[in-house]
């Protein structure tokens, strides 16, 4: 099993619609979460980090769930700018650091 | 954006040769890795550092050795490239160890 799974979608979605992405991990004391946007043949950058209280900027929401050991992405009002491959990472220790396949999304007009 | 960069930024090189990519920081964090993205792999780890002269082995490290003389670079290095060498690497920095990361731009790498 993987240590960390995602959906590699595509998701094509239209402008203005809400997208849901999860990323499910296999060691339960993973310690810190986050989610990475990449732009085509570009560098992951940090979108958000994932608390356990679930946390949100803007239009992005990001929970956990250490129960059921899944983190998820909610992208509202999607602009056709969040095009994008979503990563999800899941920490265990610098040593155990991993990172899904990404989550294709195409936002269109 | 953190100050991160990596160099070359493209290589080509033969199966055989040695190859050393640099990564150059100028935010003083005392962590820095080395990971290289396939399709269908997503990103996977090399080799990070937690300090001058610590470094450690990623998931795949084998055919790879790094170094680190200065806080601010990180150095990775291709004894004898192969063609399996072929993929795009980037280098990353955090604070801490469970900490978010910041990448530097990537090196495309491609072994003939």
Known sequence: RKEVEQDPGPFNVPEGATVAFNCTYSNSASQSFFWYRQDCRKEPKLLMSVYSSGNEDGRFTAQLNRASQYISLLIRDSKLSDSATYLCVVNSGANNLFFGTGTRLTVIP | ?112
């Not at chain 2, 040769?17 to 997503?42: A, F, I, K, S």
């Not at chain 2, 150095?75 to 910041?102: H, N, R, W």
């Open chain 2, 1 to 112: 954006d953190a100050g991160i960069t990596q160099s070359p930024r493209h290589k080509v090189t033969e199966t055989g040769t040695p190859v050393t990519l640099r990564c150059h920081q100028t935010e003083n964090h005392r962590y820095m890795y080395w990971y290289r993205q396939d399709p269908g792999h997503g990103l996977r780890l090399i080799h990070y550092s937690y300090g001058v002269k610590d470094t450690d082995k990623g998931e795949v490290s084998d055919g790879y050795s790094v170094s680190r003389s200065k806080t601010e670079d990180f150095l990775l290095t291709l004894e004898s490239a192969t063609s399996s060498q072929t993929s795009v690497y980037f280098c990353a920095i955090s604070e801490g160890f469970v900490d978010e990361q910041y990448f530097g731009p990537g090196t495309r790498l491609t072994v003939t």
